[in-house]
């Protein structure tokens, strides 16, 4: 399985192949994404207009690019890589930063005094937001993204097969299948096995939610 620390990272060239391939899935007012393949031995060089999530769907990781950033990615595995590429349109000055201390980044669901889900935040400015959440089989997670001072889009990303309910919508997403929604309430349960997935906030201020 390939994560984040088989990716070469430099501001140059790189003498590898680079035949990968990028494929939009998805694209609205708020958001656009794509699906790009990388080969094994190859190069996904970025240098993209806007902000981009780079979110590798087989190990589980996202990393953050500002607008602007020169970055190539190496696949040293033996296997073709797949990774998402989400780009909100909208750009704001405040710095995108890692969580870190003394921040709590991940908080911790329980019931019975078992814990069930966990939701850690990767990445956030107060405007955009990575968080990755973890369900135990049988348990429920329900998030709200609810703000009295602007409202919020979000993106979904599934890292296994899940049911999902996005304010009264069910839906059933399959591993890496993005989904779009501005739905305030969010439920996950892992109903037969454990599910996990990524969810990029863009929160506009100014608008009121609802």
Known sequence: MLTLAVFSVSLTAASQPSDTTR???????AV???????????????????????????????????????????????????????????????????????????RESSMGGEPIAWTTTLFTSGFLTATYHKVVRGGTLDSSYFSATGSDSLVFVPFTNLQANFGGTPESLKTGQPYFTTASEVEVTGKDSEVRWLVVRMHAPGKQSG
């Open 23 to 29: 494929e939009l899935l998805l694209e609205n007012a």
């Open 32 to 106: 656009r994404i794509f699906r790009t393949t990388v080969p094994p031995g190859a190069t996904l060089r970025l240098n993209e207009n806007g902000d981009t999530f780079v979110v590798d769907l087989q190990s589980e990781k996202a990393i953050f690019l500002a607008k602007g950033t020169a970055t190539n990615l190496q696949n040293s595995s033996a296997e073709d890589t797949v990774d998402l590429l989400i780009q909100p349109k909208t750009h704001w000055d405040a710095e995108v930063r890692p969580c870190g201390a003394p921040m709590k980044c991940t």
